[in-house]
C-alpha cells in the first residue's frame, strides 16, 4: 500500500467517522437532558414546550460541595463542543485556547458546562430537531425563541445536574446575553459573570444585517417555506450568503486588509468575470459552503431572532440599572477595540448600569485589531484579564 493510497485511506475513515447534521440534531453524541410533558418549557410566546431536550457537554469534575460549576454560554453558530472534537466537522471545539488544564478555565479546577441553547440544531429542542407529536422535524412550527426562554432551558439542565448555585456564567456575542439575562433572572444562582463583546439589547444596525440573512435563507427556491427537511433538500445557497454576510460584522477592516488586501486568488491577473478573483472573495465563499455543512437553516433564523428580541432594559421598564438592582454578582465586562457589532460603548452601557444598581464591576477595553471575533481567538491581554478575575472571584469562594 502506497502512502497516498494510506492517507486517502484515513480520510476516507475521518469522513465516514462524522455525524450526519440531521441525526445529531435528534441523538446527540453529546450528553442530553431529556424533559418530559410534566416538566414542559414555559416560552415568552406564550407556549409551554412539552417533552424537550438540551444537549451538553461537561468536562473537568464537579467538587463534593458542587461549588465549582462554569456554565459557558455559545454564541450565535456555536454549540456544546466547546473543548472538545465536533462530531459534524471534526474541528477541534471553538473555545480550546481557554479551557483546559492548566488554562484561564481550568478544568482541573472548575467543572465547566456548556449547552446547545434551545433553538439550535445539535441536539437541544429545535427547528431541525422531531416534533413528539408527529416524529417529523418541527421546522417553523418550533415556538419562537428568546434570549430569556435559553436561559430558562438552561437552568432547568443545571438543576438536572444538581448544581444549587454556579461559581461562574461566561460567553461572548450571543453567549454574553446570556450571561446577562442568567445575572438578571437568577442573581443568587450566579457568583461571577463575564459577558464579552456584547450589548444588553441588539441595534438596529445589527438587526438588518440578520434581517438581510433571514431574507437570504428565504429567498431560496428550497426553503419550501421552512419544510425542507421534509423534501430532503437545504437552501444551502441562501444559508451560505447569509453565512457570508454575517462573517464580514465579525471581522475589522483591519484585520480584512491584513489577511488578504486585494490580493488575487490562485490567478496571476484578473479574469474578468464574476468568478472569486480576490482572495478575499474565495475566503468568504469558503465560509459559506463550509457552514452549511454543519448548521440548520431554519436555526440560524430563529437564534438571530433571538438575539434582535433581545432588550434586557425593556423587561424593566426601560432601565438597565433595574434588571441587576441588588445583585451580589461580581461582573467582569470586556470589549475589544475594533469590535464593531458590538462596539465599547454597549459595554460601557451596561457597567454603567452595574454602577448605577451598586454591583460590583470591572471592566476593561482590550486592544485588539481583529474584530468582533477577537473574543475566540488567543488574546493573551483577554486570558489575563479572565485569569485574574476568575483566580480573585475563585479565592472569595474558597476555590482557590
Known amino acids: 500500500m502506497t502512502a497516498a493510497t494510506n492517507t486517502t485511506g484515513r480520510e476516507n475513515a475521518k469522513a465516514q467517522a462524522l455525524r450526519d447534521p440531521l441525526r445529531e440534531a435528534n441523538e446527540p453524541t453529546s450528553l442530553v437532558a431529556r424533559f418530559g410533558p410534566e416538566r414542559g418549557l414555559v416560552m415568552d410566546c406564550g407556549v409551554t414546550l412539552a417533552g424537550w431536550q438540551i444537549a451538553y457537554q461537561t468536562y473537568g469534575t464537579l467538587n463534593a460541595a458542587r461549588s465549582n460549576a462554569v456554565l459557558v454560554c455559545h454564541a450565535l453558530t456555536g454549540d456544546q463542543h466547546v473543548a472538545s472534537t465536533n462530531p459534524v466537522t471534526g474541528k477541534a471545539g471553538w473555545w480550546e485556547v481557554l479551557i483546559g488544564p492548566g488554562k484561564p478555565l481550568d478544568t482541573d479546577r472548575f467543572f465547566v458546562i456548556c ?9 437541544s429542542s429545535g427547528p431541525a430537531s422531531n416534533n413528539p407529536a408527529t416524529g417529523r422535524p418541527w421546522g417553523l412550527d418550533f415556538p419562537l425563541v428568546t434570549i430569556r426562554d435559553m436561559v430558562r432551558a438552561q437552568a432547568m439542565l443545571i438543576d438536572h445536574l444538581g448544581i444549587e ?27 461571577a459573570a463575564m459577558p464579552l463583546a456584547t450589548g444588553a ?12 440573512g433571514r431574507q437570504a435563507v428565504m429567498a431560496d427556491p428550497d426553503w419550501r417555506e421552512g419544510r425542507y427537511l421534509d423534501a430532503d433538500t437545504r437552501p444551502s445557497k ?22 488578504f488586501g486585494r ?4 490567478r496571476d491577473s484578473r479574469t474578468f468575470s464574476f468568478d472569486a478573483d480576490f482572495q478575499v472573495e474565495s475566503y468568504l465563499r469558503h465560509q459559506g459552503l463550509s457552514f452549511v455543512e454543519r448548521f440548520d437553516a431554519n436555526s440560524y433564523l430563529y437564534l438571530t431572532r433571538a438575539m434582535d428580541y433581545f432588550d434586557l432594559a425593556a423587561d424593566h421598564g426601560g432601565v438597565l440599572a433595574r434588571a441587576f ?26 457597567v454603567h448600569a452595574l454602577n448605577a444598581s451598586g454591583a460590583s464591576v470591572s ?4 486592544e485588539s485589531d481583529k474584530g468582533h471575533d477577537a473574543f475566540l481567538l488567543d488574546e493573551p491581554e483577554l486570558f489575563a484579564t479572565l485569569r485574574g478575575f476568575i483566580g480573585a472571584a475563585a479565592r472569595v469562594r474558597g476555590l482557590a
Open 201 to 212: 439589547r441588539h441595534s438596529a444596525q445589527n438587526i438588518a444585517f440578520h434581517e438581510v
Open 165 to 191: 448555585s454556579l461559581f461562574a456564567v461566561i460567553g461572548g456575542s450571543m453567549g454574553g446575553m446570556q450571561v446577562l439575562q442568567w445575572a438578571s433572572s437568577y442573581p443568587e444562582r450566579v457568583f
Open 325 to 350: 438592582a441588588g445583585s451580589k454578582t461580581r461582573f467582569c465586562v470586556a470589549s475589544f477595540t475594533s469590535d464593531w457589532l458590538f462596539p465599547t460603548s454597549d459595554s460601557r452601557a451596561i
Open 263 to 266: 490580493n488575487l486568488q490562485d
Open 363 to 366: 471592566f476593561v477595553e482590550l
Open 115 to 123: 449547552s446547545n441553547v434551545l433553538g439550535g440544531c445539535l441536539g
Open 238 to 259: 441562501g444559508l451560505s450568503v447569509a453565512r457570508m454576510g454575517a462573517h464580514i460584522t465579525y471581522l475589522s477592516e483591519a484585520a480584512l486588509h491584513r489577511k
